[in-house]
């Protein structure tokens, strides 16, 4: 592969409330079994980038647990590997990140020292596949200087969370509004670049000089009149976890059984870090319809509609409907949960009833099962 990657993964979000209490958004668990920064880390794997910066920030313990190894996703070589970059202090600076740009100002070493020509860079709260090779191809034959994965999303979106843009007719970008109040078009940014890496260093070290810190509003907005950005359009399955709704969104979505043949049997694989716990188990008077449920996870209730991560005990007589119980969850017996998103290693006690009536319900119980 001609690039090198980046992958944006230490902003905190306020949009996700109290889940983003105890970890990054790029930790957020996904699908049973992935972290939601899998799904880049496997894209860049399978588009054979070699060498992948994460930079990470906010809340980064369970992050860095996580890619303690780089072998999960296949970048434990000889030549590139998988980087994890935190804020520093050195004699020149002792800020923290103060923004997307600064944080790859901060570690601008790392590009210096690389000799691909391209850098892809991607933000790490998003679910999809992609092959960078394609949007790396349609960069050259542009003859862009700047690449930008965008999608066209249906009318009535709230695009309001996102970047949305208005191309011409070559799909140059001519207009570029970082999360509008009010948007005309419904074409959203994904958050995916594509820049040569020379370029990118001139860029950032012009920010750092003016003081400015943001890679969208400082780089694509200033300089969409000047500089050749194009958009790369995706019609495949992307979704931002950004938000509590849209967490809760993506996580529904698989169920559907065309979502679970997209990611989970279909080439390329998304790759995770794996542990060592025994499959399900489902005792007798369990009832599971419509759901996922993962290793190490005990069944004697009711399970609808729900994902349950692992290690979630399910006690007698409980009713679980339209949720998701994240890890290491115990639910008491007789307890009831819908429209619910569960906190991990939460202990749910017996008799209890949650149910989100109006939207999602976050549920946090304050218990002393684990002592810091």
């Given at each position: 592969?001609?690039?090198?990657?980046?992958?944006?993964?230490?902003?905190?979000?306020?949009?996700?409330?109290?889940?983003?209490?105890?970890?990054?958004?790029?930790?957020?668990?996904?699908?049973?079994?992935?972290?939601?920064?899998?799904?880049?880390?496997?894209?860049?794997?399978?588009?054979?980038?070699?060498?992948?910066?994460?930079?990470?920030?906010?809340?980064?313990?369970?992050?860095?647990?996580?890619?303690?190894?780089?072998?999960?996703?296949?970048?434990?070589?000889?030549?590139?590997?998988?980087?994890?970059?935190?804020?520093?202090?050195?004699?020149?600076?002792?800020?923290?990140?103060?923004?997307?740009?600064?944080?790859?100002?901060?570690?601008?070493?790392?590009?210096?020292?690389?000799?691909?020509?391209?850098?892809?860079?991607?933000?790490?709260?998003?679910?999809?596949?992609?092959?960078?090779?394609?949007?790396?191809?349609?960069?050259?034959?542009?003859?862009?200087?700047?690449?930008?994965?965008?999608?066209?999303?249906?009318?009535?979106t709230d695009v309001s969370r996102f970047?949305?843009?208005?191309?011409?007719?070559?799909?140059?970008?001519?207009?570029?509004?970082?999360?509008?109040?009010?948007?005309?078009?419904?074409?959203?940014?994904?958050?995916?670049?594509?820049?040569?890496?020379?370029?990118?260093?001139?860029?950032?070290?012009?920010?750092?000089?003016?003081?400015?810190?943001?890679?969208?509003?400082?780089?694509?907005?200033?300089?969409?009149?000047?500089?050749?950005?194009?958009?790369?359009?995706?019609?495949?399955?992307?979704?931002?976890?950004?938000?509590?709704?849209?967490?809760?969104?993506?996580?529904?979505?698989?169920?559907?059984?065309?979502?679970?043949?997209?990611?989970?049997?279909?080439?390329?694989?998304?790759?995770?870090?794996?542990?060592?716990?025994?499959?399900?188990?489902?005792?007798?008077?369990?009832?599971?319809?419509?759901?996922?449920?993962?290793?190490?996870?005990?069944?004697?209730?009711?399970?609808?509609?729900?994902?349950?991560?692992?290690?979630?005990?399910?006690?007698?007589?409980?009713?679980?409907?339209?949720?998701?119980?994240?890890?290491e969850v115990y639910i008491g017996d007789n307890t009831y949960i819908e429209?619910?998103?569960?906190?991990?290693?939460?202990?749910?006690?017996?008799?209890?009833?949650?149910?989100?009536?109006?939207?999602?319900?976050?549920?946090?119980?304050?218990?002393?099962?684990?002592?810091?």
């Open positions: 592969m001609r690039a090198i990657g980046i992958v944006l993964a230490g902003g905190n979000n306020h949009r996700m409330k109290e889940l983003s209490n105890k970890r990054a958004v790029a930790a957020m668990p996904v699908a049973g079994s992935y972290r939601s920064i899998d799904f880049a880390l496997s894209n860049m794997s399978n588009s054979h980038i070699q060498r992948v910066a994460v930079l990470t920030q906010y809340n980064a313990r369970s992050l860095n647990e996580h890619l303690n190894s780089s072998k999960w996703w296949d970048f434990g070589r000889k030549q590139g590997g998988l980087y994890i970059f935190t804020p520093t202090i050195t004699a020149d600076n002792s800020s923290w990140y103060r923004g997307t740009a600064d944080s790859i100002y901060q570690n601008l070493d790392w590009l210096k020292k690389s000799h691909e020509p391209y850098v892809i860079i991607a933000s790490g709260d998003a679910v999809y596949k992609m092959d960078y090779n394609k949007v790396l191809e349609y960069h050259i034959d542009k003859k862009a200087d700047i690449t930008v994965v965008c999608k066209d999303m249906p009318a009535g970047g949305v843009v208005k191309t011409d007719e070559e799909d140059r970008i001519v207009d570029f509004e970082e999360k509008p109040m009010g948007a005309d078009g419904t074409t959203i940014s994904c958050g995916i670049y594509v820049i040569r890496r020379r370029q990118l260093i001139e860029l950032i070290e012009k920010c750092a000089q003016e003081d400015r810190y943001d890679f969208v509003r400082d780089i694509l907005i200033r300089y969409k009149n000047l500089k050749r950005i194009f958009a790369y359009r995706t019609t495949d399955y992307w979704s931002s976890i950004a938000s509590v709704d849209s967490y809760y969104q993506t996580n529904m979505d698989f169920l559907k059984a065309d979502v679970r043949k997209y990611f989970f049997k279909t080439y390329p694989e998304v790759y995770s870090k794996v542990l060592d716990l025994p499959s399900a188990k489902y005792n007798p008077g369990a009832d599971v319809k419509n759901s996922l449920v993962s290793s190490g996870c005990i069944i004697n209730g009711t399970v609808e509609n729900s994902v349950l991560f692992k290690k979630v005990f399910v006690g007698n007589n409980c009713v679980i409907k339209n949720s998701i119980i994240l890890n429209n619910c998103i569960v906190e991990s290693r939460d202990t749910i006690r017996a008799n209890s009833r949650y149910i989100g009536e109006h939207g999602v319900k976050i549920v946090v119980e304050k218990n002393e099962r684990y002592v810091l």
